[in-house]
């Protein structure tokens, strides 16, 4: 864990001790309202009563700021016992412990805000009794609650607490841990069972993720660098002084705020009107090579519908200050957009990312962030993701923007005071905390005119469908992708991997598949152009089929496309080649069997010979050859002079090693130990490549 994470567990562990040494939680039943307000101060969720306010380093960072406080109006002596009794649960619900661990803050805020819900049932069917939680029934307080599954969780507490003697009473037909009660089923009729074919969150289309990753990476590379300049000339411009004979001037010589404002948006209209959009080259920006359609101006209305203004140009750079503004909040959801995708880090994790979120590890940089989901300490716990370079870059420019729009503020405003990453751009006050990142990336992708790109059933682009679209790209690419994935996303089960994030996409079986395919092609293409480098048997029938094809199409030189075509034809359209180790293709039809697959009714590359009739070798393979050749030698010499039993091994490699290549053979013949070691049958005439 972080030091700031230790810190807060620590912290809130040590608020509870001091708590369990000053008062005894079984008398908290009978305690009044001088005591329960002072727990509560030991607790840390403040001193007013009718006010439960938690500390908001407690909770996660999503949360709204008006989240951390929960306030009742208590002005009535109903009012006044039901908050007694709430409060009186909250203290216990933070004390007591239940099963693994207790309950983190934000379970206890969560169920106090339920139990406002329940409070007035309560008020009213204890009314002139002295019960409290026995008023009402277990299926009437669900009733109230409307969250079934959270409020069967509380009233499961409450009898715990019933139980274990440190409430008075508990709910009518209480809920026990044990098992449910077998119920008469005789007469009933048979329920109905809905199935669900709701879909989850699905990855991104492959023709939207490279649509809006080119248009991402060109706002953050050459348009990024230029609109931060203007930005901070603009927050360092001043207003000239005004004159002596100002007309709104409560004092001579001085302007009302109002007036200066206006000043001050004036010449930053200036500026950005005549400012000079360069990219990182020098190179004039004379437009943007993608329409921008709703990021002019934060007044329109008719812009809402993706529809322009008479004289609007969907390609025009920023002209005004306002609609500079509009652009500041399209950079920073690129900046969310693409380092969501490059690392899929949950909502609250980027959420949680600060200033100095980079931190160098040898020659380059982690990402670092806090993970909450799965962990049962209060603040998650600090993991990082490699940043390559445009990762890098993105994220100093997002320091860079958040750190600016921080200054727009007065210094005075709490929101923009922190070291937050991602900040509002222009709900105020500006540069206060983002609370959520889901609104931030529809509108990138509104604002891009990309929404028809999306599915109609998925046209949300929410942060989960980044993760699902992570775990499809490593599918599809690397060998190990559950277990890259399994490391990327924190998952302690590969099945969640697996069935939740990799296999979410239906179709990706046959895409895997495809792919395959399509890299079988472009193996066999490179092999087609360096035909004369290749050696197996196999390369003798390839350089014939490429000779063929030449006389048959009258051409002294394949074009890209014959290449590809006879690549196709050469691997029955990627279906037939395998690659057994680097620079080793076998090359037999997959439902055919060999000297590898005897008795086995299909191929087995990891039975693969040296000398098959089937086998393919590349350049590389050459030179590896050569190289083990060389070490196999050595440890025969050193088999003989100790006397080894590995000595019929090493001279078994040797046989296996040396004929695969006519070159490396005749380097090796003359060699002593070669000639003592060697096939005596084959001679140099019968090597086959």
Same mark, same amino acid.
């Given at each position: 864990?972080?030091?700031?994470?230790?810190?807060?567990?620590?912290?809130?562990?040590?608020?509870?001790?001091?708590?369990?040494?000053?008062?005894?939680?079984?008398?908290?039943?009978?305690?009044? %309202?001088?005591?329960?307000?002072?727990?509560? $101060?030991?607790?840390?969720?403040?001193?007013?009563?009718?006010?439960?306010?938690?500390?908001? *380093?407690?909770?996660?960072k999503?949360?709204?700021?008006?989240?951390? &406080?929960?306030?009742?109006?208590?002005?009535?002596?109903?009012?006044?016992?039901?908050?007694?009794?709430?409060? %009186?649960?909250?203290?216990?619900?933070? &004390?007591?412990?239940k099963? %693994?661990? =207790?309950?983190?803050?934000?379970?206890?805020?969560?169920?106090?805000?339920?139990?406002r819900?329940?409070?007035?049932?309560?008020? =009213?069917?204890?009314?002139?009794?002295?019960?409290?939680?026995?008023?009402?029934?277990v299926?009437?307080? +669900?009733?109230?609650?409307?969250?079934?599954?959270?409020?069967?969780?509380?009233?499961a507490?409450?009898?715990f607490?019933?139980?274990?003697?440190?409430?008075?009473?508990?709910?009518?037909?209480?809920?026990?841990?044990?098992?449910?009660?077998?119920r008469?089923?005789?007469? *009933?009729?048979?329920?109905?069972?809905?199935?669900?074919?709701?879909?989850?969150?699905?990855?991104f289309?492959?023709?939207?993720?490279?649509?809006?990753?080119? @248009?991402?990476?060109?706002?953050?590379?050459? #348009?990024?660098?230029?609109?931060?300049?203007?930005?901070?000339?603009?927050?360092?411009?001043?207003?000239?002084?005004?004159?002596?004979?100002?007309?709104?001037?409560?004092?001579?010589?001085?302007?009302?705020?109002?007036? *200066?404002?206006?000043?001050?948006?004036?010449?930053?209209?200036?500026?950005?009107?005549?400012?000079?959009?360069?990219?990182?080259?020098?190179?004039?920006?004379?437009?943007?090579?993608?329409?921008?359609?709703?990021?002019?101006?934060?007044? $329109?209305?008719?812009?809402?519908?993706?529809?322009?203004?008479?004289?609007?140009?969907?390609?025009?750079l920023?002209?005004?200050?306002?609609?500079?503004? $509009?652009?500041?909040?399209?950079?920073?959801?690129?900046?969310?957009? #693409?380092?969501?995708?490059?690392?899929?880090?949950?909502?609250?994790?980027?959420l949680?990312?600060?200033? /100095?979120c +980079?931190?160098?590890?040898?020659?380059?940089? @982690?990402?670092?962030?806090?993970?909450?989901?799965? !962990?049962?300490?209060?603040?998650?716990?600090?993991?990082?993701?490699?940043?390559?370079p445009? =990762?890098e870059?993105?994220?100093?420019?997002?320091?860079?923007?958040?750190? &600016?729009?921080?200054?727009?503020?007065?210094?005075?405003a709490?929101?923009?005071?922190?070291?937050?990453?991602?900040?509002?751009?222009?709900?105020s006050?500006?540069?206060?905390?983002?609370?959520?990142?889901?609104?931030?990336?529809?509108?990138?992708?509104?604002?891009?005119g990309?929404?028809?790109?999306?599915?109609?059933?998925?046209?949300?682009?929410?942060?989960?469908?980044?993760?699902?679209?992570?775990?499809?790209?490593?599918?599809?690419?690397?060998?190990?992708?559950?277990?890259?994935?399994?490391?990327?996303?924190?998952? !302690?089960?590969?099945?969640?991997? #697996?069935?939740?994030?990799?296999?979410?996409?239906?179709?990706?079986?046959?895409?895997?598949?495809?792919?395959?395919?399509?890299?079988v092609i472009?193996?066999?293409?490179?092999?087609?152009?360096?035909?004369?480098?290749?050696?197996?048997?196999?390369?003798?029938?390839?350089? *014939?089929?490429?000779?063929?094809?030449?006389?048959?199409?009258?051409?002294?030189?394949? /074009?890209?496309?014959?290449?590809?075509?006879?690549?196709?034809?050469?691997?029955?359209e990627?279906?037939e080649?395998?690659i057994v180790?680097?620079?080793?293709?076998?090359?037999?039809?997959?439902?055919?069997?060999?000297?590898c697959?005897? @008795?086995?009714?299909?191929?087995?590359?990891?039975?693969?010979?040296?000398?098959c009739?089937?086998?393919?070798?590349?350049?590389?393979?050459?030179?590896?050859?050569?190289?083990?050749?060389?070490?196999?030698?050595e440890?025969?010499?050193?088999?003989?002079? &100790?006397?080894?039993?590995?000595?019929?091994m090493?001279?078994?490699?040797?046989?296996?090693?040396?004929?695969?290549?006519?070159?490396?053979?005749?380097?090796?013949? /003359?060699?002593?130990?070669?000639?003592?070691?060697?096939?005596?049958?084959?001679?140099? !005439?019968?090597?086959?490549?």
């Open positions: 864990m972080s030091k700031i994470d230790s810190f807060l567990v620590q912290d809130l562990e040590r608020l509870r001790a001091d708590a369990r040494s000053a008062f005894s939680v079984s008398e908290i039943q009978n305690f009044k %309202r001088v005591d329960l307000l002072a727990l509560q $101060s030991r607790l840390g969720h403040g001193s007013t009563w009718g006010k439960w306010r938690t500390p908001e *380093e407690w909770l996660p999503s949360l709204s700021a008006g989240a951390y &406080l929960i306030e009742w109006e208590l002005d009535t002596a109903f009012a006044d016992r039901a908050w007694t009794e709430v409060l %009186r649960y909250a203290l216990l619900r933070s &004390l007591v412990k099963g %693994r661990a =207790i309950a983190k803050p934000i379970t206890v805020m969560s169920e106090v805000r339920l139990l819900r329940l409070a007035p049932a309560l008020t =009213i069917a204890s009314h002139g009794t002295n019960r409290w939680w026995s008023s009402l029934t299926d009437e307080m +669900l009733e109230h609650m409307g969250n079934r599954g959270a409020a069967q969780v509380l009233c507490f409450l009898g607490l019933y139980r274990r003697k440190l409430i008075a009473e508990e709910p009518r037909q209480a809920l026990r841990d044990d098992g449910a009660i077998e008469v089923r005789k007469g *009933e009729q048979l329920k109905q069972s809905h199935i669900s074919t709701r879909m989850g969150y699905q990855p289309p492959d023709e939207f993720t490279g649509q809006c990753g080119q @248009r991402v990476l060109w706002l953050i590379k050459t #348009l990024g660098p230029t609109l931060l300049d203007c930005l901070e000339a603009c927050l360092d411009a001043r207003p000239p002084p005004p004159s002596r004979n100002h007309y709104a001037a409560l004092v001579k010589g001085s302007r009302t705020a109002q007036n *200066e404002a206006m000043e001050t948006n004036r010449v930053r209209r200036t500026i950005v009107k005549e400012w000079e959009w360069r990219d990182p080259t020098g190179r004039r920006i004379e437009r943007i090579p993608f329409g921008v359609f709703s990021a002019r101006s934060i007044y $329109s209305r008719r812009q809402l519908n993706l529809k322009l203004r008479d004289n609007e140009d969907p390609n025009s920023p002209e005004t200050w306002q609609a500079m503004r $509009s652009f500041l909040t399209l950079l920073e959801a690129a900046h969310a957009w #693409l380092l969501l995708l490059a690392s899929g880090p949950r909502a609250s994790t980027a949680s990312q600060k200033e /100095d +980079l931190e160098a590890v040898g020659d380059g940089y @982690r990402l670092k962030g806090i993970v909450t989901k799965n !962990d049962r300490s209060v603040a998650g716990y600090s993991r990082d993701w490699p940043a390559p445009i =990762i870059f993105t994220a100093r420019q997002q320091i860079r923007l958040a750190r &600016l729009l921080k200054r727009m503020e007065p210094l005075s709490s929101e923009n005071t922190g070291d937050h990453l991602w900040v509002t751009t222009l709900k006050p500006v540069g206060g905390r983002l609370h959520d990142m889901n609104a931030l990336l529809n509108k990138l992708v509104k604002n891009l990309l929404k028809h790109l999306l599915a109609e059933e998925h046209q949300s682009a929410h942060v989960h469908r980044f993760r699902k679209t992570l775990a499809r790209v490593i599918a599809l690419t690397l060998t190990n992708a559950q277990m890259v994935a399994m490391d990327c996303f924190g998952h !302690d089960d590969p099945d969640v991997t #697996l069935k939740h994030y990799i296999m979410s996409d239906r179709a990706i079986i046959a895409d895997v598949q495809q792919v395959q395919r399509e890299l472009l193996m066999a293409v490179d092999a087609i152009n360096q035909s004369e480098t290749l050696g197996g048997r196999v390369s003798t029938k390839i350089r *014939e089929a490429k000779a063929q094809f030449q006389r048959l199409h009258r051409k002294s030189k394949l /074009d890209p496309e014959d290449v590809y075509e006879l690549a196709e034809v050469l691997t029955l990627g279906r080649w395998a180790m680097p620079g080793v293709i076998c090359a037999l039809p997959n439902l055919a069997t060999g000297p697959g005897t @008795r086995q009714g299909r191929r087995n590359p990891g039975n693969c010979q040296s000398g009739a089937h086998q393919l070798l590349t350049a590389y393979n050459k030179s590896e050859c050569d190289d083990t050749v060389s070490y196999i030698l440890q025969i010499q050193k088999s003989e002079d &100790l006397h080894s039993v590995s000595l019929n090493w001279a078994g490699q040797l046989r296996n090693w040396l004929y695969r290549w006519h070159d490396v053979y005749l380097k090796w013949s /003359d060699h002593p130990l070669v000639q003592r070691y060697g096939n005596p049958d084959l001679e140099a !005439d019968g090597i086959f490549s």
